[in-house]
């Protein structure tokens, strides 16, 4: 499927200024597979399962991310968060990255940026990996063959990991960059071939694009209730604190594992496909995920596997921590067909404590719902971002702030809105460390979170006793079916007493000093829902 001058002006590449060697436009899976073994991208492994290697970057490249300072979205980026690019060494980048494009084949692809057709996002992803191509697909929402015709890209991104950016020329800070420009609703992607970019360059503008339509945009997980659409949950969470793994309850229904909107209608899944963790994954903790990475043409990243047998060994992180497969919701047989639930009942706000002081779970009244959210305290887990080789304690607010670029008092307040109207009960959850901080400690163990998680999501968690934590205020049960009653008190599961209180008073002085910035944007009542308080 080549032509560089129809096939070109069909898909709007021509109107673009974007020339190629050819284009090939909305393969489908087994197109893309065959065409990323054949030109060495990748291997097939048992069961049809495409492996590919990223190279050096393993992980997202957040310092290397930027948003065109253009005059229509001066006054609404939250610049403190967002590194400015000026608009001419934009221009410049995208000439040097068409020109590169010139001498290659490319692949495009036309998807959807979300569930809910009232919201949904025409996204256009053109890049020179078939890898890639198959990636996204597998990611984004697919539409139904009669809707290409008439398909018309809203936001267009082009990733040519082959081009290296130059930053004196193109004033960025590496030979990696991505460069987003609201005004020409373009995205450009240079330097890097880990293929998170992709989707998280989708999310990014939809964070943006949402809020001015009443949408929240939530970088969460959500599930409902078997039978009952209307008895949804949401998992708040960064990277690696078990939103794919908690969320995908064979017990309920899975809506997405990473990305979502609130509006008036509900809660709807941003993707088609999940983007899961596979380092030390089982078959007994995991088993929809598990289950996944042996179909066929499901992406998997960095995984080590044996030549002759083409098996993977999950336990082996020598590339990378940050082993993924990407796999399209089909794949799990508890998956929503329709990618929408209804508003949620429970709001679950994950985080991976290193410090090992946190309780497996927590009530928070909604004025501490929007200090945890606001704070969006974790660990950024090894191998999510290039460069963290273990755990950092890490506050990012939203519990996404790498693809906000709106303030975060906007997320905020539309998340306190929605909370109040809808009356969810909101839940802390620490899937990190227990018995002593990272290094010491052990990871909290997955079949208690599921049983807490499981106590709250039915609602017989609220009818437990509680205790409020003398440091953080919270609420903690005193005791729950199924669960060890120990994990439910931190400061037992260390061997010295007096160290968890040293460790706990530091991360209740990291918190406040965190939330100094936003003090003076809030009420009262959450500055009042403040550790130590």
Known sequence: MTNSGLRNEALGLEK?????????????????????????????LLGGA?????????????????????????????????????????ETLKADMFAHAKSLDLYAQDLYGGADPAYRLNVRMVTELAWHALFIRQLLRRPEAAELASFSPEFTIVNLPSFKAD??????????????????????????????????????????????????????????????????????????????????????????????????????????????????????AEPEIYAATSKFGVVLENVVY??????????????????????????????????????????????????GVLPPIARLTPAQAMYHFLSGFTAKVAG???????????????????????????????????????????????????GGAYGVGKRMPIKATRALLTAALDGSLNKAKFRKDPKFGFEVPLEVPGVDSSLLDPRGTWADASAYDAQADKLVRMFIENFAQYEEQVGEEIRAAAPGR
Not at 264 to 276: K, P, S
Not at 318 to 330: G, K, M
């Open 167 to 284: 930053p004196a020329r193109h004033g960025c800070r590496s030979e990696t960059v991505i460069a987003i420009s609201f005004e020409q609703k373009l995205v450009l992607i240079g330097g890097t071939s880990y293929a998170g970019e992709n989707k998280k360059s989708v999310f990014t503008i939809l964070n943006y694009l949402l809020p001015a339509k009443g949408v929240m945009p939530m970088h969460c997980s959500a599930n409902h209730a078997r039978g009952d659409a209307a008895d949804a949950a949401v998992f708040f969470g960064l990277s690696g604190t078990g939103k794919t793994t908690l969320s995908a309850d064979p017990s309920r229904i899975l809506i997405g594992d990473d990305e979502h909107g609130w509006s008036e209608n509900g809660v709807f899944n941003f993707e088609g496909g999940c983007y899961a963790k596979t380092i030390r994954l089982s078959a007994e």
């Open 50 to 90: 495409l492996a590919v290697k990223t190279g050096k970057h393993t992980g997202r490249s957040p310092k290397d991310k930027f948003v065109v300072r253009e005059p229509s979205v001066e006054n609404s980026i939250w610049w403190e968060n967002n590194r400015p690019l000026a608009p001419a060494a934009f």
């Open 16 to 44: 673009l200024g974007l020339e190629a060697r050819s284009v090939s436009w909305n393969d489908l899976p087994p197109v893309l597979a065959q065409r990323a073994v054949r030109s060495g991208e990748g291997e097939l």
């Open 306 to 355: 044996d030549e002759r047998t083409r098996l993977i060994d999950f336990d082996d992180g020598s590339l990378t921590e940050n082993t993924r497969v990407a796999y399209p919701l089909d794949v799990i047989a508890n998956a929503s067909e329709t990618g929408l639930g209804g508003f949620p009942r429970n709001v679950v706000m994950l985080t991976c404590d290193a410090f």
């Open 384 to 434: 999510t971002e290039k460069g963290v080789t273990e755990p950092e304690p890490t506050f990012s607010t939203c519990f996404g702030a790498p693809f906000m670029p709106r303030h975060p008092r906007v997320y905020g307040d539309l998340l306190r809105e929605k909370i109040a109207r809808h009356g969810a009960s909101c839940w802390l959850v620490n899937t990190g460390w227990t």
